[in-house]
T-cell receptor, first 109, second 118 residues
Framework: EDQVTQSPEALRLQEGESSSLNCSYT??????LFWYRQDPGKGPEFLFT???AGEEKEKERLKATLTKKESFLHITAPKPEDSATYLC??????????FGSGTRLLVRP | GAVVSQHPSWVICKSGTSVKIECRSL??????MFWYRQFPKQSLMLMAT?????????EQGVEKDKFLINHASLTLSTLTVTSAHPEDSSFYIC??????????????FGPGTRLTVL
């Protein structure tokens, strides 16, 4: 069964304290791995797509990496405005997105 | 670019009534639109996939007669919750992929609609 597991469930950081979020997955026929940011009461906002192991993408303080079993979202020197829930999703062989339960990030000033 | 809107943003209705939610792609044409629901502190669960001009494909366990989906144009899909009951209360979110993209293209999400059934 296709599955996506994100850890930790929640993460509290001080402003400037770098860290990483993990997304491990098992899927038959990975067609892509997606990272989204979701603010409370809002829809997910697209961040990155990764298609193959070894691929990396960066956007401001965020960097996403992909291996054959997991993906990491690295946050460098986070700011309070980075506080949100970060969702990882994999696209399976039928082109459907399977979401993890998310990591709730809180960055304190 | 790639903006998706939803209307209404929230709705409160009485048990037994029907509610329609609209999903529009504002600056692109969308071949495929998706409907998800999200319960508090849980992740998104796919309800159905719709392609313009054809019948929607529903996920296992989703009642197609209860959740009616219409994808009449390349920029508009609607979800109608028929005879709503309190257990249908949830956050409904749509997403869309661009016409020019392939099947692995990014899904862009709307802001969501909070449905509360009394």
């Amino acid at each position: 069964e296709d599955q996506v597991t994100q850890s930790p469930e929640a993460l509290r950081l001080q402003e400037g304290e770098s860290s990483s979020l993990n997304c491990s997955y098992t899927v038959s026929g990975l067609r892509g791995l997606f990272w989204y940011r979701q603010d409370p009461g809002k829809g997910p906002e697209f961040l990155f797509t990764l298609y193959s192991a070894g691929e990396e993408k960066e956007k401001e303080r965020l960097k996403a990496t992909l291996t054959k079993k997991e993906s990491f979202l690295h946050i460098t020197a986070p700011k309070p405005e980075d506080s949100a829930t970060y969702l990882c999703a994999v696209m399976d062989s039928s082109y459907k997105l399977i979401f993890g339960s998310g990591t709730r990030l809180l960055v304190r000033p | 670019g790639a903006v998706v809107s939803q209307h209404p943003s929230w709705v409160i209705c009485k048990s037994g009534t029907s509610v329609k939610i609209e999903c529009r792609s504002l600056d692109f044409q969308a071949t495929t639109m998706f409907w998800y629901r999200q319960f508090p502190k849980q992740s998104l669960m796919l309800m159905a996939t719709s392609n313009e001009g054809s019948k929607a494909t529903y996920e296992q366990g989703v009642e197609k007669d209860k959740f009616l989906i219409n994808h009449a144009s390349l920029t508009l899909s609607t979800l109608t919750v028929t005879s709503a009951h309190p257990e249908d209360s949830s956050f409904y979110i749509c997403s869309a992929t661009q016409l020019a993209g392939g099947p692995t293209d990014t899904q862009y999400f709307g802001p969501g609609t909070r449905l509360t059934v009394l």
